[in-house]
């Protein structure tokens, strides 16, 4: 069965970093769109970022552009999400997606492979 795993989440002061890892069990992250969300407390979940299948191009939320950079290692079949100038507002759970349908074709995230999340937490 489809795992996505992730790790890497803990406690930081604003201004440092942490590299998220999401590993995939069988399924080969090359052949999908690969993506992480966030959740705060009290808020929606939203985009942050997402890499494209064969050509490996990325799109950022606003919000972390320049500051987070997400990155596929087809080898050891794992994708990262590195979160340097971390700030108060990026605390949430952060989640490792696999798309499944073409975002030119539907918007919906509903169809998407999950990871379980793991927890960032930047204080002031």
């Known amino acids: 069965q489809v795992q996505l795993v992730e790790s890497g989440g803990g406690l930081v002061q604003a201004g440092g970093s942490l590299r998220l890892s999401c590993a995939a069990s069988?399924?080969?992250?090359?052949?999908?769109?690969m993506g992480w969300f966030r959740q705060a407390p009290g808020k929606e979940r939203e985009f942050v970022a997402a890499?494209?299948?064969?050509?490996?191009?990325?799109v950022y939320a606003d919000s972390v552009k320049g500051r987070f950079t997400i990155s596929r290692d087809n080898a050891k079949n794992t994708v990262y999400l590195q979160m340097n100038n971390l700030k108060p507002e990026d605390t949430g759970g952060y989640y490792c997606?696999?798309?499944?349908?073409?975002?030119?074709?539907?918007?919906?995230?509903?169809?998407?492979?999950w990871g379980q999340g793991t927890q960032v937490a930047v204080s002031s």
């Open positions: 069988e399924l080969t992250v090359s052949t999908y769109v």
């Open positions: 997606a696999a798309r499944i349908k073409p975002f030119r074709t539907s918007r919906s995230n509903d169809d998407n492979y």
């Open positions: 890499v494209s299948r064969a050509a490996g191009n990325t």
